[in-house]
Structures are given as structure tokens and as C-alpha cells.
């Protein structure tokens, strides 16, 4: 392909809204442009990239499979009111109305069609597992977009859906996807964890994330230095520590602690450490008012524990309800004395004796308290946040955090779409039954920024090979020089008579110019044709490593393709 009249208009400068870098070096590379905020045209080099993640998709999904096919974007309202989320999926889910008044909405994800659609597809277990999937524009009005494809309102995703007469198959398609796109994302290039993962809007049970590790990422990882774990932060477990065995109590005191908002407040008041305080927090666990107990230090992890305490919905209580029922403000609560009302504790506080607590008095505190003489809990649980540093809950080694871009995700929803939505099958007895459901999704356009965020330096992109839009940049680096013009266009037409993917730079620009662009652009290999072209000499350069070759051009094909497939 001919530089001089491609589209690809690259920029010196920075765009000033754009503050990831994969947004900077899209932009600045000429690969999009944005049309309106969160959505964007993917121009040639990015249409280019997107379908070489898609085609790695495809293959590895066809040879599981899986069957392709493609919904609508457009939904029939009755689809999404059938499954409550007309309602519930808020400002977010983009509806409109067609010319006869009729409310539809544009697809953010297609549980809802595509459950509909097999219901009235198959009826008998005989054609089950069915895995089908399609690559797709989803649309969601993203209250804040921004980092470019990271966070659109429109964006390219790759989801997929089963359908299982037992838990059992589901299961195992779960993991066939699971390895699938750990295939995928090695092929991709890019650097990937699966985590475990909150099931969040979707509900089910099992679910794992693909973290491509980048600072801009929006998750957080805890991962363990000494063993495979892994989690998003929200649902990463915390190691139990030995409890300790029978306590030699203290005297149980009330102390003045006036006006103790926090358990710093009280701890200072006391003169105690901020981990030697109990945390009472009063929670409505689906409504029922709770008390939950943590060490000083640690925060509640609110995602986790509604999985640990099997609540659909947790919400911390308002300060009224808690006065009306402790009779004291949120900064002197604590369990002693406290009847009629659940408590769980997080396993952390299962070694603490001799600690303080909220009095249920406002502004006092108890010291001296300990387990079993001044409260019981209902159950001790896994509660906390885990923290860098923490041991690594299957007890190898130790955790540590880090940024990642949810590039995928896999779940196992069971049967909740396809009961709220009457989607059944007919078993061997003849007997109508929900069907199992697994549901798994890769952000396509969210994957291109992910490979920039963590191939890239100060001059622009490092395409890894599979993705790149082309293999080999050709740099002719003065056309008014016959003797170059000539090697040139005879070297672009060797390289694609040899199947190498071949941009080739052939603009009446300067040197210099060239260098730049190329590098910006971020091909993994620089072919330039200049002072040498006499001797038939080229100058290669590899645009990962920076080194450079001078290569006959007799030698450049075999040089090129075991660049090509190392
Ligand atoms: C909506 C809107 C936004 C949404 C959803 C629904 C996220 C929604 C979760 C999923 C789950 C899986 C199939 C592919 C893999 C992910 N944002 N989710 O359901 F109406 Cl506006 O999309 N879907």
C-alpha cells in the first residue's frame, strides 16, 4: 500500500483531551478520529489491526466449535422489558423510538435476544451445548467516556453465549472458552492475567476476568508473587489467620471518647493503634440491618462480602437508622451488648483480644474487650479488602496489586436468563426445563488499546508482528533520487509478490519526517532505501529493539520472514 495516498494523517502534537497514551498514539498515528465524545471512526491502519484480532478470534473459536453468527443492534423494547432491563439498566442503555413510535433499543450485550432467539430456535436437549458468538458493535452511554476505545459509547465486542442442559456441560465449555481465549491473548501479543471476577449485573456464580496489565487500567489486581492466584480486588480472598486459643481477659472499662467520628478519632482518644480498635459497620444485607465487624485498619469490601454473606444487595445504613437501632452515631458502635441484631466478623479480628470498641453510647468506648466474655458473632467471614503484602490466600507467597484493562471476561450465568426469560428445552423425559447458560465477551477495540498501552516508547507504537497493520515499512528516502525511486519500486514489489504485508512510504517528504512517522506508526520492521541503493544495500531496523542491519536485497526476503516468525 502507497503512503502518499493513504489515509492515516498523523500529528506532531498531543490531543489535549487525550491522557492515555494509547489515545494519544492513535490519534497522533493517524488509526481514528473521534466523531462524538465515546465514539470514534477507526481509519485504515486501525481497521487493519481490528481485523487481525478479530480473524486470531475467529480461528480459535471455530476450533472449539463455536458458531458464528450476528444479532441485531437493533432490539425490540419488549425483549429488555421481559427481562426488567428497560428499567433497570438506567440512562446507560441508548433507546429509540422508529418512525411508528415504537421503543427499541441499541444492543449493549444480547443475553436477551439471543436467549428469545434459541427458545423459539431448539427445543430438545438433542442440540445441546450450543456455543454461538458474533463480533459486533455494542452501544452504551457511558456517563464519562474517555481514554479513547478504552471506555467508548460504541465499541467493537466479541460475545458469546451457551446453552447446556446441565451444569456440568456448562462447566465444561466454561473452561474450553477460558483456555480459548488464553490461546487468543498469547496470539494477540499482549500480557494478560485471568482473575477471579464479580459476576456483577449478570449474576451466576463462576466468573474470571483477562487483565492486560497497564497503569491506565480502571482494575485493580491482586496477585500473588509465589503462585498463580489471582483476583480482581473486589473478590480477592484473604487468608484466615490462627486463632488465637483462650483469652486472659482484661477489665472491661468504659472510656470518654468525645466526639470519635472514625477509629482513628478513637484511637487517639484512647491511645491505642488504629488495628487494636474494633470497625463496627451496620449494613442492610437485602434489607435486614446488620452489623459487621472489621479490624481498625482494614475497609469492608462490599462486593465480596454481599457474595460471602449471600445478599443480593448490600447497603450501609443511614445514620438514622443506625441511631434508631444502636441509640448512638455510627463512631461509637460496636458488639458488646448487642442483641436481635446478626453479626458477622472478618476473620482478622478472630486473634484480637484486649481491643476497644463503640460503647453503643455516643462519644464512648469500651477497652479491654474480648471475644466469647463481651460478644459473639454469628459467623467470622472473609470480609476485608486484601491488602500488598498480605500472604496469598492459597498460602504461597505474597500478594502484590497491579493496573489492568479488562480485555475479556467469562461467565457462568446458570439458569437466571433463561428462567426470567422462559427460554426452556425439552429433556429426555420430554420434560420442559431452563436451560444452563455460559456467557463470554472480548472487548475487540479495547484489546488495540491495550496492546498500545503496553507496546509503545517515547516515539510511538511497537507492534507486535500478529497484530501489526502491515509487516514492513518501505521508506524511499529520496524520491527525486532516480537510482532510490527505482530500488524502491522494485523492492515493493518483491516483498508483495513474497505475501509481506508492505507500507510503503513513497511521499515527496524529507528524511527526517519519514523516520518519525515510521516510528509512530510503529511497523515492526523499518526497510530504507537510501544512499546505498547504489550497492544494493538496504538499511533494516527493527522497531522493538532498535537494532539495525545492512542487508543486501538478494538477502532482505529471507531476512524479513525470520524476523517475521520468531
Ligand atoms: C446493559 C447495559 C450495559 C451493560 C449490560 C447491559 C455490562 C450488561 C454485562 C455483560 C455481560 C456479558 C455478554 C458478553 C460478555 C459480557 N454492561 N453488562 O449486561 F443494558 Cl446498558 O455484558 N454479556
Redesign the pocket.
Known sequence: MRQSNYLAPTMRDVPADADAISHQLMLRAGMMRQVAAGVYAYLPLAKRVIAKVEAIIREELDAIGAQELTLPTLHPAELWQKSG?WES?GD??IRLKDRHGRDFALG????EVITTLIQDGIASYKKLPLNVYQIQTKY?DERRPRFGLLRGREFI?K?A?SFHDTEESLDETYWEMHAAYTRIFKRVGLEFRPVIADS???GGKDTHEFMALASVGEDTIAYSDGSDYAANIEMAATKAPEPVSAQDHAQLEKKPTPNAKTVADAAEALGMQNNEILKALVVKLDDELTMLLLRGDDELNEVKAGHELGAKELVMASEEEILEAFGATPGSLGPVGVKDVKIYADYAIQGMNRIACGANETNYHYIGVGPGRDYSVTEYKDLRFIQAGDASPDGQGTIQFAEGIEVG?V?KVGTGYSEALGAQFLDQNGKAKPFYMG???IGVSRTVSAVIEQFHDENGIQWPAPVAPYHVHLLCLNVKNEEQMQLSEHLYETLKKNRVEVFYDDRAERAGVKFKDADLIGLPIRVSVGKRAGESMVEVKLRTTGEQHDVHVDDLIAFIEAQLTK
Open positions: 432491563r439498566m446507560e442503555l449493549p450485550t444480547h443475553e452504551r465486542m460475545d453465549y456483577g449485573a449478570i471476561q461467565f456467557c463470554y465477551g
